[in-house]
């Protein structure tokens, strides 16, 4: 089975702070993708990876980055957290082309104060 | 472009009710089409599948169509459990992009009630 962890459950953070995500997968998938899940909203893609060292920006990369140095781990850093970042992220992973599965960690819920 | 629409909900049933829960996408190619399920506190997981028109997904007694003539993937199951409780997220992949993008929609919440 795909086993994808996330660094965290929940997190606390100051507005202003770096913040890093971690996602660790340990099959590997080709494709990594950070998302944010908003009550209403549903999922908004941030970005995405298809290879190490590659990324694109999904539909809401303003105010994140990402890092992609293994083909395991795929990381998402707020520069400077704010307020509006508080929410549910979401780590998904893929293989190959061609509209496979993709398959998610449990979510870290971040809070920005 | 490539968007999925789905039943707002929160819908709310008794135990061995009928479930539908509506889904149409818009698609510039030829999209696969997923719904996924989250259950409280955990990620999204696969629920069921279709790649092609006129294939039906199914998994745990839940079922959904590829209808191309109406843009749709409606959920339905024909009797509902207490553990059936969760939101339902309806997806699409398009493989004219590559297939690795997916939209999804907003999900819809179902609770069902003993």
């Known amino acids: 089975d795909v086993k994808v962890t996330q660094s965290s459950r929940y997190l606390v953070k100051r507005t202003g702070e770096k913040v890093f995500l971690e996602c660790v997968q340990d099959?590997?998938?080709?494709?990594m993708f950070w998302y944010r899940q908003d009550p209403g909203l549903g999922l908004r893609l941030i970005y995405f990876s298809y290879d190490v060292k590659m990324k694109e920006k999904g539909d809401i990369p303003e105010g994140y980055s990402v890092s992609r140095e293994k083909k395991e781990r795929f990381s998402l850093i707020l520069e400077s957290a704010s307020t509006n970042q508080t929410s549910m992220y979401l780590c998904a992973t893929s293989i190959g082309q061609g509209g496979n599965e993709q398959f998610f960690g449990p979510g870290t819920r971040l809070t920005v104060l | 472009g490539n968007s999925v629409t789905q039943m707002e909900g929160p819908v709310t049933l008794s135990e061995e009710a009928f479930l539908t829960i509506n889904c149409t996408y818009t698609a510039t190619g030829y999209p696969s089409l997923f719904w996924y399920v989250q259950y409280p506190g955990e990620g999204l997981q696969l629920l069921l599948k279709?790649?092609?028109?006129?294939d039906k997904g199914s998994n745990k007694g839940f079922e959904a169509t590829y209808r191309k003539e109406t843009t749709s993937f409606h959920l339905e199951k024909g009797s509902v459990q207490v553990s059936d409780s969760a939101v339902y997220f309806c997806a699409l992949s398009d493989l004219e992009e590559g297939g690795n993008q997916f939209y999804f929609g907003t999900g819809t919440s179902l609770t069902v009630i003993p």
């Open positions: 099959m590997d998938h080709e494709n």
């Open positions: 279709a790649t092609k028109a006129d």
